[in-house]
């Protein structure tokens, strides 16, 4: 989601974590990228936090025909909450993430019966180029990222690494900033710098089945394009998109990126029009080699599909045939009738949902789930909380 209110929040920094060996060599022949930074990870972190006590590990989910499943081949569906602010406080130039992200403030979202997190990422803090400040962006980055995706495992939750805000500049329809630099959402990703991320984060963690990958946060080519057609097939293939001044990294071009790597990982693209409209989803999904690739979608209650009669034209018939991840869910009325309804729906079908967002701010400026993070609710949040609890065996 695109929340340009909150880039005025008074943020604060944090980040620990181990570093990500023999990424430096493969970013920087992607070209454009600095040297690792030879500042210490630990005088850009917070103090480590006590270990969590023994919990299950979360699963390894795989998608079999139009479910997620555990190794088991037992039926799972993602139900949590997205942990906003490693997409911007990076590029901004402050830190790595809005609020803490130690070990009580994941524990926290645990305590409200989640067992999935989504991590929003930036593609040039991760790779580390030079437009971030070294203290927030390379091997500091990739390592405070890390760190957080291990205390979401910890605590027996699927960490979703999410690629939501990118290099290349759009200055057309709907465009959320006109800087070539990855501060604001793109309509698509790019060819320069996104493959490359994705080859990187696939790498590091290829060996570790638990982590999801979702390839770009909200993608909308049919803001640029003359035709919803012309739009998906930008979104496939990518290139030289009608519209849009950079060329463009198609989901097949991820999701060969990250295979190509050796990783199995489950993977979620998400439709155009904001993630919103899954209209031609089946028609023009990626292959993947690997068997396991599930459709993500986005709804607000002021999205174009925001009512049963739509959910039951365009989303019935993707949920028929694959997993299906609601990665953003949320309302800007500071209440939670509206995804009350939508829970409800996917609930009625056994689907996947993520509620926007685990981050303390003003629900009537944007759906904030909480208003501290030892995890108070806000009004809206009540809502997600406490059908995630009553949903927890």
Not at 41 to 51: F, G, I, R, Y
Not at 246 to 275: C, F
């Given at each position: 989601?695109?929340?340009?209110?909150?880039?005025?929040?008074?943020?604060?920094?944090?980040?620990?974590?181990?570093?990500?060996?023999?990424?430096?060599?493969?970013?920087?022949?992607?070209?454009?990228?600095?040297?690792?930074?030879?500042?210490?990870?630990?005088?850009?972190?917070?103090?480590?936090?006590?270990?969590?006590?023994?919990?299950?590990?979360?699963?390894?989910?795989?998608?079999?025909?139009?479910?997620?499943?555990?190794?088991?081949?037992?039926?799972?569906?993602?139900?949590?909450?997205n942990r906003s602010g490693g997409e911007f406080a990076c590029v901004q130039g402050w830190g790595v993430f809005d609020g803490p992200v130690d070990d009580a403030s994941v524990r926290a979202i645990a305590d409200w019966k989640a067992n999935t997190v989504?991590?929003?990422?930036?593609?040039?803090?991760?790779?580390?180029?030079?437009?971030?400040?070294?203290?927030?962006g390379g091997a500091n980055y990739r390592s405070a990222i890390d760190q957080l995706v291990q205390r979401v495992q910890r605590h027996g939750m699927t960490p979703v690494v999410e690629l939501h805000w990118s290099h290349g500049q759009?200055?057309?329809?709907?465009?959320?900033?006109?800087?070539?630099?990855?501060?604001?959402?793109?309509?698509m990703p790019n060819a320069r710098y996104t493959p490359a991320f994705w080859t990187s984060v696939a790498r590091a963690y290829k060996n570790d089945p638990e982590v999801v990958f979702d390839l770009f946060n909200e993608p909308y080519p049919d803001r640029a394009t003359p035709t919803t057609a012309e739009a998906w097939t930008c979104w496939r293939d990518g290139g030289h998109c009608p519209g849009i001044g950079y060329e463009v990294a198609g989901m097949q071009d991820l999701l060969d990126a990250v295979r190509a790597t050796g990783a199995k990982n489950l993977v979620l693209a998400a439709g155009i029009a904001y993630a919103n409209d899954l209209s031609?989803?089946?028609?023009?999904?990626?292959?993947?080699?690997?068997?396991?690739?599930?459709?993500?979608?986005?709804?607000?209650?002021?999205?174009?599909?925001?009512?049963?009669?739509?959910?039951?034209?365009?989303?019935a018939p993707v949920a028929a045939r694959v997993p299906l991840v609601a990665g953003e869910i949320g309302e800007n009325t500071c209440s939670h009738g509206f995804i009350d309804r939508v829970m409800k729906w996917f609930d009625d079908r056994g689907?996947?949902?993520?509620?926007?967002?685990?981050?303390?701010?003003?629900?009537?400026?944007?759906?904030?789930?909480?208003?501290?993070y030892d995890g108070t609710p806000t009004p809206f949040g009540i809502g997600l909380r406490d059908h995630l609890r009553a949903l927890a065996p």
């Amino acid at each position: 989601m695109r929340h340009p209110s909150r880039l005025s929040h008074p943020f604060r920094l944090s980040g620990l974590s181990r570093l990500l060996v023999a990424l430096a060599g493969a970013l920087l022949a992607a070209g454009g990228l600095t040297a690792p930074s030879a500042l210490s990870t630990a005088s850009a972190a917070e103090p480590a936090a006590a270990q969590p006590a023994a919990t299950a590990p979360p699963p390894v989910l795989r998608a079999e025909g139009n479910k997620l499943v555990d190794a088991q081949g037992a039926t799972r569906r993602l139900l949590g909450v997205n942990r906003s602010g490693g997409e911007f406080a990076c590029v901004q130039g402050w830190g790595v993430f809005d609020g803490p992200v130690d070990d009580a403030s994941v524990r926290a979202i645990a305590d409200w019966k989640a067992n999935t997190v989504r991590i929003p990422l930036n593609e040039e803090c991760w790779l580390g180029t030079d437009n971030i400040d070294p203290r927030y962006g390379g091997a500091n980055y990739r390592s405070a990222i890390d760190q957080l995706v291990q205390r979401v495992q910890r605590h027996g939750m699927t960490p979703v690494v999410e690629l939501h805000w990118s290099h290349g500049q759009y200055t057309g329809n709907s465009a959320g900033c006109h800087d070539v630099h990855a501060s604001c959402q793109k309509p698509m990703p790019n060819a320069r710098y996104t493959p490359a991320f994705w080859t990187s984060v696939a790498r590091a963690y290829k060996n570790d089945p638990e982590v999801v990958f979702d390839l770009f946060n909200e993608p909308y080519p049919d803001r640029a394009t003359p035709t919803t057609a012309e739009a998906w097939t930008c979104w496939r293939d990518g290139g030289h998109c009608p519209g849009i001044g950079y060329e463009v990294a198609g989901m097949q071009d991820l999701l060969d990126a990250v295979r190509a790597t050796g990783a199995k990982n489950l993977v979620l693209a998400a439709g155009i029009a904001y993630a919103n409209d899954l209209s031609g989803w089946l028609r023009h999904a990626p292959h993947d080699p690997a068997g396991n690739l599930a459709a993500a979608w986005h709804v607000y209650n002021f999205n174009t599909c925001a009512d049963e009669g739509c959910w039951d034209r365009t989303l019935a018939p993707v949920a028929a045939r694959v997993p299906l991840v609601a990665g953003e869910i949320g309302e800007n009325t500071c209440s939670h009738g509206f995804i009350d309804r939508v829970m409800k729906w996917f609930d009625d079908r056994g689907l996947s949902y993520l509620g926007w967002t685990w981050n303390a701010w003003d629900c009537s400026s944007g759906p904030a789930l909480i208003s501290s993070y030892d995890g108070t609710p806000t009004p809206f949040g009540i809502g997600l909380r406490d059908h995630l609890r009553a949903l927890a065996p």
